[in-house]
């Protein structure tokens, strides 16, 4: 489902504009960004955790022209779902 | 963050309404159960992408993930976005002398070749960044690059506060004075500039550093000579001076080959061959005075009488020798190189027919020569004719002179019949 069949959807069942709903969900994902930034981590209830995380930079070799480079460290978001979250996900119907 | 408080931080917003707030935060959370639960994937706008994909091998499952918008990605990882890859070093083989031994592992013939001079790692710990690195570098070569040069440029500071004060208390003589010093101040502040605005990779500033100093302070610099200058004022360029040199040798290498001590083509034919007769007429004219008279015979009348002066001269020896001596004879004759090359124009069979039919090719005349007696054993006529064929001379066996091609063809089938390959007719040349 992407983000405009999403918004179509809500708006479609809740009766509320299209454009109201996309303020609405950018709002939430303003939130949420905020408080990764700011904290590092969010933890959403019955859906998982959002983390931070650190990677070094390291050396590797390109196998092919036998080249040595340096790869800059990254900090990326990573995403544990909660139990119940997969419980959900594994339900059969 | 459970609902309630991001409701309320989106209602403080003022988004909209509270109940359409809470409104669309229900369904969304229901269209996202639904979707992970169904195994669809669901986008939310300016977040990211939740989704389920199976794990498991045995017990399959599926397994909820996350993937992260690129404009999220990249506020998450601010501090490191502008770095890229950068490329350190090679890896090169090495060369083994001798043989290696089996050891059942790898064997590590890699040597690492730094193209940028030093190996970068980054301190994990200290969780330096490419950036800060490169700049900590650069601060520690600018720290060794002014430790040489501070004492030196002590010194150098000194005298214009000297003549400052002499200027104030003349003013009339400021312009005789001024000049000067004028010069020591663009000398000792153009370098500084020059070295900020350098680039860091591919110059060594300590040689630079070290190499300043040696000049003495306010002594004008003399000027460098020029390449025109070093290579002795106005003779010609090296460029000229190597064109002549190949001219010349040109010239000499020509000279050489006109006068017969090289050869570039490769030798041809060598022609004394042909002028010297073969070592069968020297006999002849040698044992009798009859044989001057037999080139005048054959001029009337050619083709009749070529035959019987070739036959002569073949039968001469082998009616005064046994016949155990006639088949060594021809060895010795036909070792000469030159001899082939002047049999074939000179004995040729019997007609003059346009066609011939050739047995085979030799490098070698003793090859050919072999391969005549064998078909003369057996009845042919086989001859020897000589050709130069792409810088090689190749002595071609060559049997009878044929009128038509139909009489050729017959003998060419007798001569297979006799296990001879490679037969074929040719034309006369």
Do not use: C
């Given at each position: 489902m992407s983000q405009e069949e999403l918004i179509n959807t809500i708006s479609e069942r809740a009766g509320i504009s299209t454009q109201t709903v996309r303020e609405i969900l950018h709002a939430f994902a303003?939130?949420?960004?905020?408080?990764?930034?700011?904290?590092?981590?969010?933890?959403?209830?019955?859906?998982?955790?959002?983390?931070?995380?650190?990677?070094?930079?390291?050396?590797?070799?390109?196998?092919?022209?036998?080249?040595?480079?340096?790869?800059?460290?990254?900090?990326?978001?990573?995403?544990?779902?909660a139990q119940d979250l997969i419980n959900w996900s594994n339900k059969s119907s | 963050m459970n609902r309630d408080e991001l409701l309320k931080r989106c209602v403080d917003r003022r988004v909209a309404h509270e109940t359409s707030v809470v409104a669309v935060s229900h369904l969304f959370y229901v269209y996202l159960l639904?979707?992970?639960?169904?195994?669809?994937?669901?986008?939310?706008?300016?977040?990211?992408?939740?989704?389920?994909?199976?794990?498991?091998?045995?017990?399959?499952?599926?397994?909820?993930?996350?993937?992260?918008?690129?404009?999220?990605?990249n506020?998450?990882?601010?501090?490191?976005?502008?770095?890229?890859?950068?490329?350190?070093?090679?890896?090169?083989?090495?060369?083994?002398?001798g043989e290696v031994e089996y050891t059942g592992k790898e064997p590590k013939h890699d040597r690492l070749v730094e193209t940028v001079g030093e190996e970068i790692i980054l301190d994990t710990n200290r969780d330096i960044t490419l950036e800060e690195y490169r700049r900590e570098e650069y601060e520690r070569e600018e720290a060794s690059r002014t430790q040489p040069t501070t004492p030196a440029a002590a010194p150098r500071a000194e005298p214009p506060p000297v003549v400052e004060p002499r200027a104030e208390q003349l003013p009339a003589s400021i312009e005789a004075t001024a000049p000067p010093s004028e010069?020591?101040?663009?000398?000792?502040?153009?370098?500084?500039?020059?070295?900020?605005?350098?680039?860091?990779?591919?110059?060594?500033?300590?040689d630079e550093g070290t190499e300043e100093p040696t000049q003495p302070y306010g002594e004008p610099r003399e000027p460098q000579p020029t390449l025109r200058e070093i290579s002795g004022g106005e003779g010609p360029s090296a460029w000229v001076q190597i064109l002549l040199g190949f001219i010349i040798l040109?010239?000499?290498?020509?000279?050489?080959?006109?006068?017969?001590?090289?050869?570039?083509?490769?030798?041809?034919?060598?022609?004394?061959?042909?002028?010297?007769?073969?070592?069968?007429?020297?006999?002849?004219?040698?044992?009798?005075?009859?044989?001057?008279?037999?080139?005048?015979?054959?001029?009337?009348?050619?083709?009749?009488?070529?035959?019987?002066?070739?036959?002569?001269?073949?039968?001469?020896?082998?009616?005064?020798?046994?016949?155990?001596?006639?088949?060594?004879?021809?060895?010795?004759?036909?070792?000469?190189?030159?001899?082939?090359?002047?049999?074939?124009?000179?004995?040729?069979?019997?007609?003059e027919g346009r066609y011939t039919v050739q047995v085979s090719s030799w490098t070698s005349p003793e090859e050919a020569d072999r391969?005549?007696?064998?078909?003369?054993n057996a009845g042919f006529e086989a001859y020897v004719v000589e050709a130069f064929v792409k810088g090689r001379t190749w002595y071609r066996v060559r049997v009878g002179r044929f009128a038509t091609t139909a009489e050729a063809q017959e003998a060419a089938s007798k001569l297979r019949a006799l296990n001879e390959n490679g037969v074929w007719v040719a034309k006369v040349e």
């Open positions: 303003e939130v949420w960004t905020e408080e990764i930034l700011t904290h590092g981590e969010l933890t959403l209830d019955n859906i998982g955790d959002f983390l931070i995380e650190h990677r070094p930079g390291r050396k590797g070799v390109n196998t092919e022209t036998r080249e040595v480079f340096v790869i800059p460290p990254k900090d990326y978001l990573s995403f544990t779902p | 639904s979707a992970l639960k169904k195994g669809q994937r669901i986008e939310v706008p300016k977040f990211g992408t939740f989704g389920t994909h199976v794990v498991g091998v045995k017990r399959q499952r599926r397994m909820p993930y996350f993937e992260v918008d690129e404009e999220l990605a506020r998450v990882n601010e501090r490191y976005r502008n770095l890229k890859t950068l490329i350190v070093g090679r890896y090169e083989m090495i060369p083994v002398e010069p020591h101040e663009p000398e000792f502040a153009a370098p500084t500039k020059e070295r900020t605005l350098m680039p860091r990779q591919g110059f060594d500033l300590r040109a010239i000499i290498t020509f000279a050489l080959n006109q006068f017969g001590v090289i050869h570039l083509w490769g030798r041809r034919t060598p022609p004394p061959a042909e002028t010297l007769p073969p070592p069968q007429e020297r006999a002849t004219i040698t044992q009798g005075e009859e044989k001057p008279a037999e080139p005048v015979t054959p001029t009337p009348t050619p083709t009749p009488t070529e035959e019987p002066s070739t036959k002569a001269e073949v039968k001469k020896p082998l009616a005064e020798t046994p016949k155990a001596e006639t088949k060594v004879e021809p060895r010795p004759e036909k070792v000469q190189p030159p001899q082939p090359a002047e049999k074939a124009p000179t004995a040729p069979p019997a007609g391969a005549v007696a064998r078909l003369k």
